[in-house]
């Protein structure tokens, strides 16, 4: 047995009982009824860096949510290691639908997962495997198994759009200063396949507000006569895909990368059983883009979503009633070379236009990022595929991910570093839903998996200085 597992075997209850109490304290970044509980679980997160090994740690302020720093520098000369993570999570809403109250974990076993998952908000996404790092760390220090520096910066607003950490990053880049930047915050394909997250998409979220008259209406009165804002949003939103679930905004396409059909024929030759994919989502069929396969629709393709979308009675029984305004939330997915600003623009532009007379619109741009991809030739991606290769015995898949980390295109930028994303989710882990959880197997995994990057990317380094 390899010296991680054996440390994992030794110290399982001890490591699934710390991330139990870490997820008790409820750090939604999004509500700021809990801005207590996000400061708490930054001293937390401190607390536990120090104990696992770092020599310094700090809670650094923002304008935000602040930033856990910690850091083990044991030689200057040696690569260094910067672990990004977050300790916020989404709102837990809807609360009636989950099994446990979203901050009291329990441990339940299910069909994936017969030795437990930690059911809980924030279980996978990310403090689950934002811990698996504290304590792969623990590993390497009581074991004097790490072999470089290692820098850690856990953020508090991930899940609101990481909004001052830029901010942060721009007056701390020699502080941050790294050979690679390593990420738990995506998934796997499946237990016994293990695969290495070599893309994420860009993301772009707007509001709009449709307004009519000034007031609400009588709609027997006014019905007719003039525009309801919710008919016309509805309306607009229809518009925005075509026959084909093609995005009509023009220009939105324009910088979409074409996969070559050899890249999409490798895509394809990842596991996937759309029979099973459609049994646990309980859909009688996948929905998306014409000439793409579902794979393709969720990872190398842009998408437009309505997030939320609200206006008039929705009270108990009927209220007859045109309503002053409607509202709704888009977001859109974006693939690498989109930028998120000019789609922003695209979209305000193309809704201001196809605004009927009648009715005023506004487009509120949210948050957004660029999306990236690992280059599967690096260093970085060897050390990573090696750690696998060596605790699963395969290598493991390259997968692009459908989701969003948008900083980390702007670490690129400001910190010149590439990052891998090791993540150890998995789709059943309902990451943003109800009864969110991450198993027990995959949190230990994890940890197991970690040290073996920090062994590969370490040796590949040095070798690749002399
Ligand atoms: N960890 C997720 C992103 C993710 C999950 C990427 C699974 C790949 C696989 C992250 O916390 C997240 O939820 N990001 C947001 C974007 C953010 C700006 C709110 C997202 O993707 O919606
Ligand atoms: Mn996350
Ligand atoms: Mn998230």
Known sequence: MNRSKAYVEENKQRFIEELVQILKIPSVSADPAFKDDVIKTAEVIKESLKSAGCTLTEICETPGYPVVYGERIIDESLPTILVYGHYDVQPADPIELWDNPPFEPVIKKTEIHPEGAIFARGACD?????????????????????????????????????????WFIERNQEKLKNDVILISDTGMIAKDVPSITTGLRGLSYVEVEVTGPNRDLHSGLYGGAVANPINVLSKMIASLTDENNH????????????????????????????????????????????GYVTNERNSIRPTLDVNGIWGGYIGEGAKTVIPSKAYAKISMRLVPNQDWKEITQLFKTHFENIAPSGVTVEVKPHHGGQGYVTPIKG???????????????????????????????????????????????????????????FGVWNYLKGIETIPFFYKHFTKLKQEESK
């Open 126 to 166: 990310d403090k689950g495997q934002m811990y698996m790092h504290v304590k792969a760390l623990e590993y390497m220090v009581q074991n004097d198994d790490l072999p470089c520096n290692v820098k850690f910066m856990i953020e508090g607003e991930e899940e609101v759009g990481s909004e001052n950490l830029g």
């Open 247 to 290: 995005i009509t905004i023009p220009g939105f396409y324009d910088k979409v990368e074409e996969l070559s059909k050899e890249e999409r024929a490798k895509m394809g030759e990842a596991p996937f059983n759309l029979e099973k994919y459609k049994e646990a989502l309980d859909l009688n069929d996948v929905y998306g883009e014409k």
């Open 379 to 437: 260093i970085e991606y060897q050390a990573a595929n090696d750690a696998y290769k060596e605790v699963f015995g395969k290598d493991p898949i390259p997968q692009r991910s459908g989701g969003s980390i948008p900083i980390v295109s702007m670490f690129e930028k400001e910190l010149g570093s590439k990052t891998i994303l090791m993540g150890f989710g998995l789709d059943s882990d309902a990451i943003h839903s109800p009864n969110e959880n």
